[in-house]
C-alpha cells in the first residue's frame, strides 16, 4: 500500500529564516506531487505541483519554491520566510485525476 | 462565482439525525468529484468518491446534480464522531493535474 511522510510534524521559525520542508511517497512510481498550505480556519490554496522529476508548476508567486530531485519526493523552500508563511502545509499525491491522498502536514509558525 | 463553493455552517445536529450539505462547482466539464474529512489539525482523508450519479458507504451518500452543478453529502445517523470540517474537491480542467477544494462545512454532533 502506499504512505506518504512529511516531516518536520511542527517547526517555530523567525522571520526572514530559510525553511525546508520534505515529502516522501512510498509504495507507487511517478506520482504527481502537490504542496498545499491552509492558514487558520481557511480552504486549502496549491501552492505547487509536480507531474515528474524536474517538473513544477507554481500556482501562487510568492517567496516560495519546490524542487522534485528523485520520482517519490517533493521538498518545499524558502529563502527568507514572512509571517505570512504561517500555516499548515500539507503535501499530496495522485495518480492520474483520481483520488489525491495527503500526508500528516507541517505545522509552521513563523514568529 | 467562486469554482467550488460551500456553506461553512457550523451545522449542530443531535446525535442520530440526518444533516446534508452541498458543493456547488462552476466547472460543467467535471466528471469526478471528492468528499474528504478533516479533523482539527489534522490532514483532510478521503470520504467518498463520486465519478457517476452518486455514491453510498454505510451512513454516507453523496449524490451528484450536473444540471444544477453540485454534489451533495449525506450523513444518516450521525455520531458524534462525525464532528468534522467535510471538503468537497474537484479536478481542474483536464490535463492541468490540479484540484479545486471548497473551503469546508463544519459539523458539529452534539450528545
Known amino acids: 500500500s502506499q504512505t506518504i511522510h512529511q516531516w518536520p510534524a511542527t517547526l517555530v521559525q523567525p522571520v526572514g529564516s530559510p525553511l525546508s520542508l520534505e515529502c516522501t511517497v512510498e509504495?507507487?512510481?511517478?506520482?504527481?506531487l502537490y504542496w498545499y498550505r491552509q492558514a487558520a480556519g481557511r480552504g486549502l490554496q496549491l501552492l505547487f505541483y509536480?507531474?515528474?522529476?524536474?517538473?513544477i508548476s507554481s500556482e501562487v508567486p510568492q517567496n516560495l519554491s519546490a524542487s522534485r530531485p528523485q520520482d517519490r519526493q517533493f521538498i518545499l523552500s524558502s529563502k527568507k520566510l514572512l509571517l505570512s508563511d504561517s500555516g499548515f502545509y500539507l503535501c499530496?499525491?495522485?495518480?492520474?485525476?483520481?483520488?489525491?491522498?495527503f500526508g500528516p502536514g507541517t505545522r509552521l509558525t513563523v514568529t | 462565482r467562486k469554482e467550488v463553493e460551500q456553506d461553512p455552517g457550523p451545522f449542530n445536529v443531535p446525535e442520530g439525525a440526518t444533516v446534508a450539505f452541498n458543493c456547488t462547482y462552476s466547472n460543467s466539464a467535471s466528471q469526478s468529484f471528492f468528499w474528504y474529512r478533516q479533523d482539527c489539525r489534522k490532514e483532510p482523508k478521503l470520504l467518498m468518491s463520486?465519478?457517476?450519479s452518486g455514491n453510498e458507504d454505510g451512513r454516507f451518500t453523496a449524490q451528484l446534480n450536473r444540471a444544477s452543478q453540485y454534489i451533495s453529502l449525506l450523513i444518516r445517523d450521525s455520531k458524534l464522531s462525525d464532528s468534522a470540517t467535510y471538503l468537497c474537491?474537484?479536478?481542474?480542467?483536464?490535463?492541468?493535474?490540479?484540484?479545486?477544494f471548497g473551503t469546508g462545512t463544519r459539523l458539529k454532533v452534539l450528545a
Open positions: 463520486v465519478y457517476s
Open positions: 499530496a499525491w495522485t495518480k492520474t485525476l483520481r483520488e489525491q491522498y
Open positions: 509504495g507507487t512510481s511517478n506520482p504527481n
Open positions: 474537491a474537484v479536478p481542474d480542467t483536464p490535463g492541468t493535474y490540479k484540484y479545486i
Open positions: 509536480s507531474v515528474g522529476i524536474g517538473q
